[in-house]
């Protein structure tokens, strides 16, 4: 893992070109307070691989938190508010986070949601997609998923016109966490 | 969607559709901005020359295709490992029945799918829908055009032709409710809301792939909407078809391809998802259907294997004059733009491929831009001469090209024309008022000059070296170019005067005639290989060959050798020739090169200089001439917008498809009198007559030289 300073910078500024929202913060209690907030009076769909691994979260989060019900999973979160997930990497040359998703209720959250918040540990940012791949090589069989996110859902097919949100969530927040 | 209806009738309704030339225009003029910034970009992202990134896409393509079937079992054997079930589909009809079994078998009514290219050539949705089965596409564009019952134009862009009034009309007929014309937003958000009940109840998500991981069974999937990872996940069964050209070794290879892929097709560095799928997630099943419907086949020849390195970016689209003006639903078939005039012969009937093959002005433009190196602009005259044999050229043309062939049939015919055209003359042009203005009206025809360049008395009078070169003392024997010769033979005097003021001695043989490039560009090789071997024949035994037309002289580097692929006697003397052939730009910038100063100044018009598309595009020549013209006359020199951008002139596509050319013509002449020249100046004696016709046309003020003629003026005791 590359972990220099220049590596989060060219992160934060390239997930800003492509319209990502980058902050940076101490805990899983300020992820669930962004949480909240861009949740409005709306629940908060976490993936369930993160509610496992992650009792701060699921605890802040409190009765606002939802999580996709395995027995219909999309349907149960379709067009959540915002959904929490929890990326493997972020790499600085695209400015993107890549998920690594084998549950189809992980990727319920993170395509359906209408913002989606990408979280991610500082020591996880890399420079290139030349580690990208060597990282997706090295989990070969353990993964039927391994997609990178590089800012919002969008679209230009009308007239050229770029337009954000389509299908997948039309606002993206990347947090980088410690 | 339908199958495409005959190549004239698209061509007519392209130039019927105002508005697509325009879109297009911007859209083009956008693109390469964007791109040219992100491949930038990329070269100091990873410290590499992008040529250098593309020539090792190309070959890690190129390892693949040799061994094509090798690959595609490597590819099965991993897939299968991940639990995903692969299917080899040998042509259309199998993918189809394939597919169409399982939706049935797994009782599916509906279908959503991604974007796929390999399905619009497999015609899957129109055989679904036979068995009733709803299919859906998610991408937005496709969407759109689904409901319209419209095609894709371009492999990236698919509703690029439509307007955002059209695209509201359509959303209200389908979804009922009223939209504002101007509020894009409301009717993107349309799609997702219109949709999103159907990604929930599909029953089978379909696919397409940018690539194939053969190491890992791993398919790879870009899009920028999501629709795709939406139609892969959440359906329980994900088919994704794709052609087997779209294996690659490993996902390092792959990662390769991603760099460059985006910034070709849209000029992001990355798209908004890019998604590795290595087999079905627990409770899902996941078909990979493989097609080949003349993939293997194209892999076995030589002049059309490299065609399957094609990433489906639509770069050269983007960058094809002829694409600009017509669109893709005219300029290909199912695949459009350059690369669609090569695979179509492939994937469906040749008749499908050669309706287009005149749109291409063999500007090379397409080639300089394409991420895994494809020589486009020599694979569409392969295709050109496939057509020429499976369908036939058309008996005018033929007999055209064979009355050509003769020189003194060549000379009797623009004698008799410059005779008959005498009473029609006005300067520098021939003005009948009846002639039809599908020729006339935008382009002004050339004066027919009675007297040819090979027969003007100055041309054997000696004109004086002025200054010492390094051509000093040089034989150099010109071939004049046909067309300078009868129709511009000031051309052929002043690059006369030009060598001998270098020191040349210039030797002018009085039975040459055409190269051949007009056969050889419609592929009629038969004829070409007459025009060639007479051309090889005159220039038997000489020095140095300059020519004023850098198209010439690209035919003797480029096609001849080909030509006689099967005569090695003159395969040989081709080789010999290529070794000596020079255009008089390269000849006049390199050892003719006359000193700083030695023409006369005084000429303060300001000078735009049109790059002839070929010597950029083919020779990678920048700005040489404008070097040229600047150092030896002092010239003020302003730019010219899409310099190198093809005129439109392009031999015998302005007389094929004349409103094709009149379109391109246009682009050029806007970028021309919008640079505020007085003085046009070019280096190619064809392109010559179509700017000074078609500026004289649109009455701009311009005077067209070629840039012989502008130097040869400025010599001393002119």
Redesign the interface.
């Known amino acids: 893992m590359t972990n220099s300073s220049i590596s989060i910078d060219e992160l934060i500024r390239?997930a800003s070109v492509?319209q990502s929202v980058v902050h940076q913060l101490t805990g899983w209690s300020n992820v669930a307070e962004l949480a909240l907030d861009l949740a409005g009076s709306e629940a908060v769909a976490v993936t369930p691989s993160l509610s496992a691994s992650c009792p701060q979260l699921t605890s802040a989060l409190g009765d606002r938190m939802c999580s996709p019900d395995p027995k219909n999973p999309?349907?149960s979160i379709?067009?959540a508010a915002v959904g929490v997930v929890e990326g493997a990497l972020a790499v600085a040359?695209?400015g993107?986070i890549l998920l690594a998703q084998?549950?189809?209720c992980d990727?319920?959250v993170s395509?359906l949601s209408r913002i989606e918040i990408q979280v991610v540990n500082r020591d996880r940012i890399v420079s290139?997609?030349?580690e990208?791949?060597?990282w997706?090589?090295a989990n070969?069989?353990s993964?039927?998923?391994?997609?990178?996110?590089?800012?919002?859902?969008?679209?230009?097919?009308?007239?050229?016109?770029l337009?954000i949100?389509?299908?997948?969530?039309s606002d993206l927040h990347m947090v980088i966490l410690g | 969607m339908s199958i495409p209806g005959p190549f004239a009738d698209r061509y007519r309704a392209a130039l019927d559709n105002e508005t697509l030339s325009q879109?297009l225009l911007?859209?083009q003029r956008?693109w390469r901005e964007t791109r040219d910034k992100q491949i930038t970009d990329l070269e100091e992202?990873?410290q590499t020359d992008a040529d250098q990134l593309r020539h090792e896409l190309a070959v890690m393509k190129d390892h693949v295709i040799e061994e094509l079937s090798e690959h595609v079992k490597q590819f099965r054997v991993a897939a299968e490992a991940?639990g995903a079930i692969v299917f080899e589909a040998g042509t259309a009809a199998e993918a189809n029945d394939y597919i169409a079994r399982l939706c049935t078998e797994r009782g599916a009514e509906t279908v959503v799918k991604g974007k796929s290219m390999v399905t619009e050539e497999l015609f899957l949705n129109e055989y679904l829908e036979s068995f009733d089965i709803k299919v859906l596409e998610?991408?937005?564009?496709e969407w759109?055009l689904q409901l319209d019952n419209d095609r894709p134009s371009h492999v990236v862009?698919?509703?690029?032709h439509?307007?955002?009034q059209e695209?509201a009309r359509i959303l209200e007929h389908e979804l009922g409710v009223p939209f504002d014309d101007d509020d894009?937003?409301a009717?993107?958000?349309s799609?997702?809301t219109a949709?999103?009940e159907d990604?929930?109840s599909a029953g089978v998500g379909i696919t397409g792939a940018n690539a194939l991981i053969a190491?890992?069974g791993?398919t790879l999937l870009v899009t920028?909407?999501?629709?795709g990872?939406?139609s892969a996940?959440?359906p329980e069964i994900h088919v994704v078809v794709a052609g087997i050209e779209k294996i690659v070794p490993?996902?390092?290879d792959?990662?390769k391809q991603?760099?460059l892929l985006a910034r070709s097709a849209?000029g992001q560095?990355?798209?908004?998802?890019?998604?590795?799928?290595?087999?079905?997630?627990?409770?899902?099943e996941m078909h990979i259907v493989l097609v080949d419907n003349g993939r293997l086949a194209m892999a076995e020849q030589d002049w059309s294997s490299s065609a399957l390195r094609c990433v489906k970016c639509g770069a050269c689209a983007n960058v094809c004059p002829a694409y600009q003006v017509v669109g893709g639903h005219a300029f290909g078939h199912v695949y459009t733009g350059p690369i669609g005039l090569v695979n179509t012969a492939f994937h469906h009937e040749i008749e499908a491929a050669a309706g287009p093959q005149s749109l291409c002005l063999s500007c090379g433009a397409c080639e300089t831009v394409c991420p895994v190196e494809i020589p486009l602009p020599e694979q569409i005259l392969g295709v050109r001469r496939l057509v020429a044999q499976e369908v036939g050229i058309p008996r005018w043309r033929r007999l055209t090209m064979r009355l050509y062939t003769s020189r003194r049939l060549v000379a009797l015919g623009t004698r008799l024309a410059a005779v008959a055209t005498l009473p029609f003359r006005s300067k520098s042009f021939t003005k009948i008022p009846f002639i039809s203005r599908r020729f006339a009206s935008w382009r002004s025809i050339p004066a027919f000059p009675l007297t040819p360049a090979r027969s003007r008395s100055t041309l054997r009078s000696s004109g004086d070296a002025i200054a010492h070169t390094k051509a000093t003392g040089r034989r150099v024997t010109l071939f004049m170019q046909c067309v300078s010769d009868r129709l511009a033979p000031e051309v052929v005097l002043a690059s006369v005067d030009l060598l001998r003021a270098a020191g040349c001695e210039v030797d002018i043989p009085s039975d040459q005639h055409c190269c051949g490039l007009p056969a050889i560009d419609s592929g009629d090789d038969e004829n070409g290989r007459r025009m060639a071997r007479q051309t090889l024949e005159v220039l038997a035994g000489t020095d140095d060959v300059v020519t004023p037309s850098p198209s010439c002289a690209l035919a003797m580097f480029h096609d001849y050798e080909r030509l006689f692929a099967d005569e090695p006697v003159w395969q040989q003397r081709a080789r010999e020739l290529r070794d000596r052939v020079h255009d008089l730009t390269g000849y006049l910038t390199g050892p003719a090169r006359l000193p700083d100063g030695t023409l006369a100044r005084g000429d303060t018009r300001p000078v735009a200089i049109d790059h002839f598309c070929q010597s950029s595009n083919v020779l990678g020549r920048e700005s040489i001439l404008d070097d040229l013209i600047r150092s030896l006359t002092g010239a003020d020199v302003v730019p010219l917008a899409e310099a190198e951008v093809c005129c439109g002139f392009g031999g015998s596509t302005s007389l094929a498809a004349t409103e094709l050319s009149a379109g391109v013509l246009k682009r050029k002449l806007d970028n021309v009198d919008a640079s505020g020249a007085q003085v046009l100046l070019t280096d190619n004696p064809g392109c010559l007559l179509h700017l000074r016709g078609g500026a004289d046309a649109a009455s701009i003020n311009v005077d067209v030289l070629h840039f012989a003629e502008y130097l040869a003026a400025r010599l001393p005791g002119r």
Not at chain 1, 165 to 169: I, L, R
């Open positions: 390239r492509a999309f349907e379709a067009d040359e695209t993107s084998d549950d189809p990727r319920a395509m290139s997609l030349d990208v791949a060597t997706i090589e070969e069989g993964l039927s998923l391994a997609t990178l996110v590089t800012g919002p859902s969008r679209t230009a097919d009308i007239e050229r016109s337009t949100g389509v299908q997948g969530p | 879109n911007e859209f956008s992202i990873v991940t998610t991408d937005l564009g759109l862009m698919p509703a690029i439509r307007r955002r695209v894009i937003p009717m993107v958000k799609a997702r949709l999103r990604f929930l190491s890992t791993t920028n909407e999501g629709n990872e939406l996940s959440l490993t996902t390092a792959a990662m991603v760099r849209t560095p990355i798209s908004t998802y890019t998604s590795f799928f290595t087999g079905p997630v627990p409770g899902h």
